[in-house]
């Protein structure tokens, strides 16, 4: 946890090469492999179908939950990765955002400074002379 007094460095560049390669990863592999696991899996499954015995069965059964537990994990782990990466997207344009305002305010800021520096300050009004005010 930090103190009030510690800085926090985010590098915004680094933040957004790793949700597009989250998002990348989870596109280009993982939901192609969860949906090419559970084809081959669940078309391939013969066990034990010509015996007839109470332990096969409890076998099958239990492969059966196990390939089940699989993909609902890896749907799961999916819409995770979804909701990540589309946090970190919003997070990015939102600090991109409150960045833009806030680099306006200074730049804004700065602007006034250099019109304030580059003004000359008009001459002194002339006093006629022999008089005292």
């Known amino acids: 946890m930090t103190t009030p007094n510690e800085q926090i460095d ?4 680094q933040l957004q090469t790793s949700c597009a390669g989250i998002r990348d990863d989870t596109d280009q592999a993982l939901a192609p492999g969860i949906s090419d696991a559970h084809v081959r899996i669940f078309r391939g499954l ?7 015995s109470g332990e096969v069965e409890a076998t099958q059964r239990a492969l059966v939950y196990a390939m089940d537990r699989f993909w609902r994990n890896g749907l799961t782990h999916l819409d995770r990765a979804k909701r990540m990466t589309d946090l970190l997207d919003k997070i990015l ?5 409150a960045d833009d305002f806030a680099k306006l305010d200074v730049d804004a800021v ?8 580059l003004l000359q300050p008009s001459p002194p009004a002339p006093r006629p002379r022999g008089f005292v005010e």
């Open 10 to 13: 985010v590098d915004f560049e």
């Open 46 to 52: 013969h066990i034990g179908e010509r015996s007839e």
């Open 93 to 97: 344009a939102e600090y991109k955002t």
């Open 110 to 117: 700065l602007r006034s400074m250099d019109e304030a520096r």
